[in-house]
């Protein structure tokens, strides 16, 4: 794949003399400069860092920045980067957390972008970048290009099951309710619900069902439900299963309205999850600003790292002006990578936790170009996508992802953080990954990939 991407040429990442007189300025969440961090988030904040020294090269354009974000754990680089004064700390004492209330409200309001009253970017499910830049979900087909600039998390994410299903075999291998959902299937399918169609959370249900030889498009019935109403609707029995981000699927577990069937952990280890991205023409005007946001990303990645401080940013997330929740014990087990599923399994492995700087395959923040290519295939597998992204060794998917995914941005920035080398990767493919079905992914052999499963959508 390296050898395939580098055949594109990337564009170079000029560097503006500064904001242009015309910028538009947001009230910031942080003042400038600010004090203390924060609000609501019902613990003491620290004292905002101060201001990294960096020469003129580095001072940002703007000091201003619009961010959208779902209240799941994927948000949570970006909301301690901002308590923590990492924002700050690299020159951008003004970034607004904008709280969205579903993926479909993201995607309008970075269309607007802040000059309209929505966002510059944010927190996005995978391939919503891409999908935008070709105005394939944007308001009569708008093409507005992103940029992907790193990856916010890996895990975090479960399938969650209505209490009814438990000892009836839906589990991480659903070899055994391959009848019930069949008997289901004849009066009122099994229903399963995602945050957004065509995206992550959709792809983590339909692999796992397909996986058993469970048809996501004809064995059961799927719906969009935003995330912070998953719980209700399974309250209300409305559905059977869901698939989203902590601490929702947790909390139907403390709820007592269900359980864990199987983390993603389980389906794809040390999978990539969710990721920052930017409108392209926010990234375009404010270069330096954008490395300053990812520096203080990746500085709030590896304080997230730190296992001994994430009962703190449990305290911090579960806050009223995050997440809500009605306490912070709710996320604190997960993030030490203690699941009680609720079904009497009890998982305690901290492999299995959230992590946000390195995995047990390495980097978790930077961007891989081979990951945007899974989400490209997964999409042309289920119909989402023409097969014509996939065809003649995917040169159009490579196109795109050279044009959208800027890992040239992502490493400029560690450089200029003084991130070690070895922590840098220099390969834009991480290679083959595996999947709990023993299903293997070569980034270099898409097609093959798609030709090795049994239930899709196209034919190849």
């Known amino acids: 794949m390296t050898e395939f991407f580098n055949q594109f040429s990337r564009r170079k990442f000029i560097l503006t003399a500064g904001a242009s007189a015309g910028a538009v300025f947001l009230k910031g969440c942080l003042g400038n400069p600010p004090e203390t961090v924060g609000s609501g988030s019902g613990t003491t904040q620290q004292a905002v860092q101060q201001v990294a020294n960096t020469n003129s090269q580095q001072k940002p354009e703007t000091t201003t920045v619009k961010l959208g974000y779902i209240p799941i754990v994927e948000a949570a680089p970006l909301i301690i980067a901002k308590e923590k004064g990492l924002f700050a700390k690299y020159g951008m004492t003004n970034v607004e957390l904008s709280k969205q ?65 438990i000892g009836k075999g839906v589990s991480l291998q659903l070899a055994s309710a391959k009848s019930l959902f069949k008997e289901l299937k004849s009066s009122t399918p099994f229903t399963a619900a995602f945050t957004f169609p065509h995206v992550n959370q959709d792809f983590w249900i339909r692999y796992w069902l397909a996986a ?22 399974m309250k209300t029995g409305t559905m059977d299963a869901f698939s989203t981000g902590d601490p929702w699927p947790y909390r139907i577990v403390t709820d007592k309205i269900g359980y864990v069937a199987a983390l993603t952990a389980e389906i794809w280890k040390n999978h990539p999850e969710e990721y920052l991205a930017m409108r392209a023409d926010w990234v375009d005007k404010n270069p330096k ?30 806050g009223r002006n995050y997440f809500n929740l009605p306490s912070p014990e709710i996320l604190a087990g997960p993030y030490q990578g203690k699941y009680d599923m609720g079904d009497g399994r009890k998982i305690d492995d901290k492999s299995m936790a959230a992590y946000y700087w390195k995995d047990g395959k390495g980097n978790v923040s930077y961007p891989y170009k081979s990951h945007d290519l899974w989400f490209i295939t997964e999409s042309v597998r289920w119909g989402f996508l023409p097969k014509d992204y996939i ?19 992502w490493k400029e920035a560690a450089k200029e953080a003084g991130i070690a080398a070895a922590d840098i990767p220099t390969n834009p493919s991480r290679g083959v990954e595996e999947f709990f079905d023993g299903v293997k992914f070569d980034p270099e052999k898409p097609e093959e990939y798609l030709k090795s499963l049994k239930i899709k959508k196209v034919s190849v």
């Not at 058993?212 to 609707?233: E, F, M, R, Y």
């Not at 065809?391 to 941005?409: G, H, M, P, Q, Y």
């Open 289 to 318: 600003a954008t490395k300053a946001l990812l520096k203080g990303i990746m500085e709030a990645q590896q304080w997230l790292d730190n296992f001994d401080n994430r009962k703190e940013a449990a305290q911090i997330l579960a």
């Open 391 to 409: 065809a003649n060794n995917a040169t159009k998917a490579k196109e795109l992802i050279n044009k959208v995914n800027r890992e040239d941005i």
């Open 101 to 165: 209330a579903s993926w479909g409200s993201a995607r309008d309001n970075v269309e607007i972008g802040s000059v309209g009253g929505g966002i510059d970017g944010g927190q996005w499910q995978m391939p919503m970048p891409h999908l935008i830049t070709e105005g394939l979900i944007t308001k009569g087909n708008q093409k507005i290009p992103m940029y992907v600039l790193c990856q916010l998390i890996t895990h975090g994410n479960g399938i969650a099951i209505a209490n009814k299903h």
């Open 212 to 233: 058993s030889g469970i048809d996501p498009d004809t064995d059961v019935k799927l719906l969009t439900v935003p995330s912070a109403q998953t719980v209700a609707n």
